[in-house]
Nanobody, 115 residues
């Protein structure tokens, strides 16, 4: 079964940085596109960034473009999200996701950007 375990969240000051990790198992990681979502309390889950499996092309929500970088290490079956210049509005639980497996979600990792 697909398993996704997020880590790396925490409390950070505005303007600070964090790197999130997602350890993936239960599928051939290198063959699948991956994505990061986030969800703040009382709000719907939104797509933050995605990365393809073959070309490695990336896409980002306008709200994070230029600040966040999604990447992957296929030798470690791990997805990353480097978050720089963090803002209070980035506060949310962050989840990794496999678009091909629409019902598979990790537990998420909390990111809190203080104001």
């Amino acid at each position: 079964q697909v398993q996704l375990v997020e880590s790396g969240g925490g409390l950070v000051q505005p303007g600070g940085s964090l790197r999130l990790s997602c350890a993936a198992s239960g599928f051939t990681f290198s063959r699948y596109a991956m994505s990061w979502y986030r969800q703040a309390p009382g709000k719907t889950r939104e797509l933050v960034a995605g990365i393809s499996s073959i070309t490695g092309s990336t896409n980002y929500a306008d709200s994070v473009k230029g600040r966040f970088t999604i990447s992957r290490d296929n030798t470690k079956n791990t997805l990353y999200l480097q978050m720089n210049s963090l803002k209070p509005e980035d506060t949310a639980v962050y989840y990794c996701h496999v678009p091909a497996f629409s019902t598979s979600w990790g537990q998420g990792t909390q990111v809190t950007v203080s104001s």
